[in-house]
């Protein structure tokens, strides 16, 4: 079974309505992420979380929320969604002090 | 500002042709320096993590080197299989995010 688990995999939905992105993990680690990627561009960082109780902004937050449920599961939430938020969408983990970051296997969001 | 600057954006290469990526990065203080390996529409694999200048990684045909301002994954002999997108991301010290470049993408023909 995979350590990091995204769901849905694939998603279409309209302009304006909200959605969520799920993302849970088995590794045991405190730290997870966001990021967005779109085409020829690096991962761009949305939101990230050191344990349950800390969230902070990544580079691109406007638009997008979060909630850290537990330390295994992030949810990524599109409270409005518009068309310049289609891209791929990647959940990782990691853990203190190693850094080294894990990722899930991408949720492609199209907004219509 | 913190930045990460990889070269070429793409390369293409004959089975068995060896070649290196760059990775150039602008930091206040280098922590770590990772390589991941991503194939289209998945997820990045990790690959290497780098912590000073001199350091060297290497995991099958790939090997990786750090100086104080650039990192080569070098290929050697390159099959087909090694055909992927290779990230390249840099934390600072003192900081909690790390920073990816654009990746390069590599094509090996049979």
Known sequence: DADVTQTPRNRITKTGKRIMLECSQTKGHDRMYWYRQDPGLGLQLIYYSFDVKDINKGEISDGYSVSRQAQAKFSLSLESAIPNQTALYFCATSDFPEETQYFGPGTRLLVL | EDQVTQSPEALRLQEGESSSLNCSYTVSGLRGLFWYRQDPGKGPEFLFTLYSA?????????????????????????KPEDSATYLCAVQASGASKIIFGSGTRLSIRP
Request: glycine share 4%; hydrophobic share 30%.
């Open chain 2, 54 to 78: 001199g350091e060297e990684k290497e995991k099958e045909r790939l090997k990786a080197t750090l100086t104080k301002k650039e990192s080569f994954l070098h290929i050697t002999a390159p």
